[in-house]
C-alpha cells in the first residue's frame, strides 16, 4: 500500500452554485487538504447541457438565436462565477496547487469522466440531494458518482442550521 | 463557521469483515486523520442480527439451542477479531484517542444511529458494493447512510490490484 498522505495528492471538488458545494470545499479545506503535502486541489465545475425548453403547444420554437446565446451567455457567467468564488475561498493556501476546470455535460457524467482523466485521488462534493420523489427517479449525482468513480468519494451535507426548516 | 479541524473532532470508521473497510481504515489514518489535533476515532462493527434460516422442507426447527448459541458464539468471535484487527492498525497513533463500539443490528440502521448518538463529525466506510442486481433492490449500506447520516460521509473503494478480475 502506497503511502498517499506524503505523496502528491489529486483532490478533485466539484462545485456548482449551490451553497452546499461550497460548504463541501470549505469542509475539505479544513479537514482533507494538508498544507505540508504536495497537495493538488481540483475545482471543478460542470456547465449544465442546454436545457431543452418545450412551450405548453409543444411548438418549441419559441427561441431566437439571439435568446440561445443569452442563455450560454448567462451559463457562462454562472460557471465563471462559481468557480471565482471557490478560487477565493482557497486564497489563503501557501503550498497546494489550485486548479479550476469547466466542462459541460451531465454533472453525474462530467464528474465521473474527470476524475478518471485527471487521475483524482479523491472526490468531494456537496450531497446534491433532490427531493425524495426525484430522487427517486434519477438517483442523486453523489450517489451516482459514489459508485462509479474508482477512488474515495467525501460526501458532504451542509447542515441545516435554521431548524424549522429541517425536514 | 466553526473551525473543526482545530476542534476535537470525532471520526467514525465503520470496520467489518471485509478488506475493503479496513482499506477504508488505512486511507483515512493517512489522509484524514490529523496527529496535531485532538481527533477522536471510533471503530464501530455492527454485528449482522441472528440470520433467519429456513430449511428446504420450510420446517425451520432444523437448529438446537446448542447450534444457536455455537452461532452466537462465532458471532462474538467474528466482532471481536474484527474490532482487534482495526485497533492494531491504529496502534502507531500517539495522540489520537481510540474507541471501540459494536452493536447489533443491520448495518444500515446501527451506523446512522450511531453517528447521531456519538456525534460524529465525519463517517468513513468501505462502498460495501453489492452485484449490481442485489444493490437495485436493497441498496448498498454506504448508499443509505451517505442519504441518511447529517455528517459528511467519505466512501473508500479498495483499488482492484488483479486486472483480470476488475469487472
Chains 1, 2 share one sequence.
Not at 90 to 117: A, F, H, W, Y
Not at 118 to 144: D, P, Q, T
Request: glycine letters at 6%.
Amino acid at each position: 500500500m502506497d503511502d498517499v498522505a506524503t505523496n502528491e495528492r489529486r483532490i478533485m471538488v466539484a462545485v456548482d452554485e449551490g451553497e452546499e458545494s461550497m460548504y463541501a470545499l470549505s469542509w475539505c479545506l479544513k479537514n482533507v487538504i494538508s498544507e505540508n503535502s504536495k497537495d493538488t486541489l481540483i475545482l471543478l465545475y460542470a456547465k449544465p447541457p442546454r436545457p431543452v425548453f418545450t412551450t405548453l403547444d409543444g411548438t418549441g420554437y419559441l427561441f431566437s438565436s439571439d435568446i440561445r446565446s443569452a442563455i450560454e451567455s448567462h451559463s457562462n457567467d454562472v460557471a465563471e462565477c462559481v468557480i471565482e468564488k471557490a478560487k477565493r475561498m482557497c486564497k489563503d493556501l501557501q503550498n497546494v496547487k489550485v486548479q479550476t476546470r469547466v466542462e459541460s455535460g451531465d454533472p453525474r457524467d462530467v464528474i465521473c469522466q474527470m476524475v478518471d482523466k485527471l487521475g483524482a485521488n479523491v472526490l468531494v462534493m456537496g450531497s446534491h440531494g433532490y427531493g425524495l420523489i426525484k430522487r427517486a427517479f434519477l438517483g442523486s449525482v453523489s450517489n451516482h458518482c459514489a459508485q462509479n468513480v474508482k477512488c474515495p468519494v467525501l460526501i458532504v451535507k451542509k447542515p441545516t442550521t435554521n431548524v424549522a426548516g429541517n425536514k
